[in-house]
């Protein structure tokens, strides 16, 4: 159905709506819709690290135009540069860019986002899937994410964020 449309690309995540973001993804599908279609398609589902991104690429190859990210790319903010070749960094420089980040990121939903509500929802989802990436730090990822103040919230990213705790992304 999408042939006739004049696209610059297809974006296929090979599950089904109602898996959301669980489960296992369905490479036989996506097979066949590489097959079906005269576009350019871009894959996305489940790269979170160098080896999964080795994975797909090892099946698909050149025949997909581009790979998308997403959540792997939240998880592991460093991610793109190592499927590129860039070296790992040291821990303490990406905890650095990682606090300037989230200063950054914390201050535009502030600016853009009316009320608390929707600014501390925000900023919690982006927790939910980096907190996993700092070391030992699981239990202050939990109570940031159940926290109902500002004040509360910047607390527990200080501290997140403060040193106490190593980033350590998925280097695989």
Not at 16 to 30: H, P
Not at 67 to 88: C, E, K, N, S, T
Not at 116 to 123: A, D, K, S, V
Not at 130 to 143: D, I
Request: hydrophobic residues 35%; charged residues 30%; aromatic residues 8%.
């Amino acid at each position: 159905r999408l042939d006739s449309l004049p696209l610059a690309s297809i974006t296929i995540h090979p599950r089904v709506a109602k898996q959301m973001y669980d489960g296992d993804i369905d490479i036989s599908s996506f097979t066949e819709c590489l097959a079906l279609t005269r576009h350019e398609i871009v894959y996305n589902g489940d790269i979170d690290s160098v080896e999964s991104f080795g994975r797909v690429w090892e099946l698909f190859g050149r025949r997909v135009r581009g790979w998308m990210i997403g959540r792997g790319a939240v998880r592991d903010p460093f991610l793109p540069a190592r499927l590129q070749g860039g070296a790992a960094l040291p821990a303490e420089q990406k905890l650095e860019k990682v606090r300037a980040f989230h200063r950054e990121l914390f201050d535009r939903c502030r600016d853009t986002y009316s009320g608390r509500g929707p600014l501390l929802g925000r900023m919690k989802e982006l927790w939910k899937l980096m907190g996993g990436s700092l070391r030992g730090a699981e239990s202050l990822v939990g109570k940031l994410c159940r926290t109902e103040s500002v004040k509360s919230y910047l607390a527990c990213a200080e501290r997140l964020l403060g040193g106490e705790y190593e980033w350590q992304g998925s280097d695989k």
